[in-house]
């Protein structure tokens, strides 16, 4: 199992030599590396058994970093940057040649973010790199929230795990690209349709395609829990499967079922998607056969949720 700890300086020196650690984000735990590095970056595919046609989110402490390693960056990024960053916003921006083709799987652009946590910036801070990170599960798996959920899967590969608790959003960051500058939204995630239009006026969405050559890694099934999971009314499902032991995932009703997870009972999306991942990891370790679940509304965090469904529930689109 890997050390798990609070030590910046054991995090930073494990970096510098070239070696992946597990970092808190306000999104989601990433598996991290140097950027520049290309051994390193090579070892985060491996740890993950990730394709290498899948591209990775570089991690900077502020925009200025961002211009290191970026070009031609459209008018609207210093808005979006100036409400949103630090914070759940990935912007896919045309890439310098110091950031390796092996991070952006050949891709001309490069997926730069400034998360929003006090342990992670300053290790950034602190280093002369930026880190590329994935989410810090196996490829395809549900990812991960807490330390311990980096250490059941990937425990037994990496080194340490920086614990910074657990994730105060728990969805991954909304991924926006430019065509044109115009932006596009190619990932829904901790930050909502509704704030990004807020800013740029509307936005059009790309998130759902199964075959976007733009963003890759959006394969129908990349939220994948271990369980078969059905999405339906869940009073209509109960009568569909009644013989089969099965798991209730809900937004905000109480079945009184031992197998079940409500996502928060108050109806506070945010509160939803804090608790999402850490439930349907939990449910793969019941004596269950399916996982049903129900949508969450369609507005603001809930759009993210229930991509994240879709996608757990379409577990053969490979
Ligand atoms: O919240 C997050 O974004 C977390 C934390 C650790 O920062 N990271 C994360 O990384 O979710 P990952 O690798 O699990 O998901 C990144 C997604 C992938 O689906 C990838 O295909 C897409 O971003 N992506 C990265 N660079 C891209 C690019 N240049 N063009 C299109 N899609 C890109
Ligand atoms: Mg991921």
């Given at each position: 199992m890997a050390e798990i700890g609070t030590n910046i300086e054991y995090a930073k020196t494990l970096l510098e030599?070239?070696?992946?650690?597990?970092?808190?984000?306000?999104?989601?735990?990433?598996?991290?590396?140097?950027?520049?590095?290309?051994?390193?970056?090579?070892?985060?595919?491996?740890?993950?058994?990730?394709?290498?046609?899948?591209?990775?989110?570089?991690?900077?402490?502020?925009?200025?970093?961002?211009?290191?390693?970026?070009?031609?960056?459209?008018?609207a990024v210093k808005r979006l940057t100036d409400q949103f960053w630090p914070g759940p916003l990935t912007l896919l921006l045309k890439k310098k040649s110091i950031i390796p083709?092996?991070?952006?799987?050949?891709?001309?652009?490069?997926?730069?973010?400034?998360?929003?946590?006090?342990?992670?910036?300053?290790?950034?801070?602190?280093?002369?790199?930026?880190?590329?990170?994935?989410?810090?599960?196996?490829?395809?798996?549900?990812?991960?929230?807490?330390?311990?959920?980096?250490?059941?899967?990937?425990?037994?590969?990496?080194?340490?795990?920086?614990?910074?608790?657990?994730?105060?959003?728990?969805?991954?960051?909304?991924?926006?690209?430019f065509e044109n500058d115009i932006p596009i939204v190619y990932?829904?995630?901790?930050?909502?349709?509704?704030?990004?239009?807020?800013?740029?006026?509307?936005?059009?969405?790309?998130?759902?395609?199964?075959?976007?050559?733009?963003a890759p890694g959006q394969l129908k099934s990349h939220y994948a829990p271990g369980k078969k999971v059905i999405i339906g009314n869940i009073i209509d499902l109960l009568q569909q499967y009644p013989a089969h032991a099965t798991g209730l995932l809900t937004f905000q009703s109480d079945f009184n079922s031992p197998f079940q997870f409500v996502l928060s009972p108050s109806g506070d999306l945010e509160e939803a998607a804090q608790n999402l991942f850490t439930a349907l990891r939990a449910f793969d370790k019941m004596p269950i056969d399916y996982i049903l679940a129900e949508f969450v509304p369609d507005v603001g965090l809930g759009r993210a949720i229930n991509d994240r469904l879709r996608r757990a529930a379409a577990v053969d689109s490979f």
């Amino acid at each position: 199992m890997a050390e798990i700890g609070t030590n910046i300086e054991y995090a930073k020196t494990l970096l510098e030599q070239g070696e992946v650690v597990a970092i808190p984000t306000e999104t989601v735990y990433g598996l991290a590396g140097n950027a520049l590095n290309v051994s390193a970056v090579t070892k985060i595919f491996e740890v993950k058994n990730r394709p290498q046609f899948d591209p990775l989110i570089v991690h900077v402490p502020d925009l200025e970093a961002a211009h290191e390693y970026t070009l031609d960056i459209p008018a609207a990024v210093k808005r979006l940057t100036d409400q949103f960053w630090p914070g759940p916003l990935t912007l896919l921006l045309k890439k310098k040649s110091i950031i390796p083709d092996l991070v952006t799987s050949g891709l001309d652009t490069v997926g730069i973010r400034c998360p929003d946590h006090a342990l992670t910036r300053q290790l950034l801070s602190e280093l002369s790199f930026p880190l590329a990170a994935p989410s810090a599960n196996p490829f395809g798996y549900v990812s991960p929230t807490t330390p311990q959920h980096v250490n059941e899967q990937l425990g037994d590969k990496i080194a340490y795990i920086l614990d910074g608790g657990p994730c105060r959003v728990g969805i991954e960051s909304t991924i926006v690209g430019f065509e044109n500058d115009i932006p596009i939204v190619y990932r829904m995630g901790g930050l909502s349709l509704e704030q990004i239009e807020n800013v740029t006026g509307p936005v059009q969405v790309q998130a759902h395609s199964t075959s976007n050559p733009q963003a890759p890694g959006q394969l129908k099934s990349h939220y994948a829990p271990g369980k078969k999971v059905i999405i339906g009314n869940i009073i209509d499902l109960l009568q569909q499967y009644p013989a089969h032991a099965t798991g209730l995932l809900t937004f905000q009703s109480d079945f009184n079922s031992p197998f079940q997870f409500v996502l928060s009972p108050s109806g506070d999306l945010e509160e939803a998607a804090q608790n999402l991942f850490t439930a349907l990891r939990a449910f793969d370790k019941m004596p269950i056969d399916y996982i049903l679940a129900e949508f969450v509304p369609d507005v603001g965090l809930g759009r993210a949720i229930n991509d994240r469904l879709r996608r757990a529930a379409a577990v053969d689109s490979f």
